[in-house]
């Protein structure tokens, strides 16, 4: 094929293999350096209220998926509870999604016995896992600035120092 185009079109062929590169090259990289942001989801808590992400932007938010079938859910809930304890009035606001497959009667025994101080939601059709990128391990929490950018995506049990120094950076922002 290229024994038969001219010169002329042989030139202008190389050009447009180069800026086809150049774009693929720029495209790869904005996509490589884009921070996910936060679906536009609705939440609903157990006390039947709706929280949408846009009324979330302007805070630090975390988002914690959770089961009460998981015993590292269980685990860190504590830790969880002192997190939103110390940050809360500092902006944080936290959502326990409780998943699909839990049962509502026990997501709603623990939140009472823990007494878990923040909103607690039901993932009743999966949606909001789906919308998270595809949720299915928990715990998986994630961390999001006053913009609704995705600072951070923890699978399992995150490191409590690190946590909070992420939260003390996006809450001074």
């Not at 998926?65 to 859910?73: P, V």
């Not at 101080?117 to 715990?139: E, H, I, S, Y």
Request: proline fraction near 5%; hydrophobic fraction near 45%; charge should be positive.
């Amino acid at each position: 094929m290229l024994k038969s185009l001219n010169a002329r079109h042989f030139r202008l062929f190389i050009v447009f293999i180069a800026l086809a590169a150049g774009a693929l090259l720029w495209a790869l990289n904005v996509a490589r350096n884009a921070q996910p942001v936060m679906p536009p989801v609705s939440f609903t808590n157990l006390q039947g209220q709706k929280i949408s992400s846009e009324q979330l932007r302007g805070k630090v938010v975390m988002v914690n998926f959770w089961a009460t079938s998981c015993s590292t859910c269980v685990a860190e809930m504590p830790d969880m509870v002192r997190t939103y304890q110390k940050y809360h009035d500092k902006g944080l606001e936290f959502i326990a999604v409780a998943m699909q497959y839990d049962p509502p009667n026990y997501v709603l025994n623990f939140t009472e016995t823990r007494q878990l101080p923040f909103q607690v939601a039901l993932d009743v059709d999966g949606g909001l896992a789906k919308a998270f990128d595809g949720v299915r391990m928990t715990p998986t929490t994630f961390v999001i600035d006053k913009k609704g950018k995705i600072l951070k995506r923890y699978m399992g049990q995150p490191s409590m120092e690190e946590l909070h120094k992420i939260l003390e950076t996006a809450l001074k922002a």
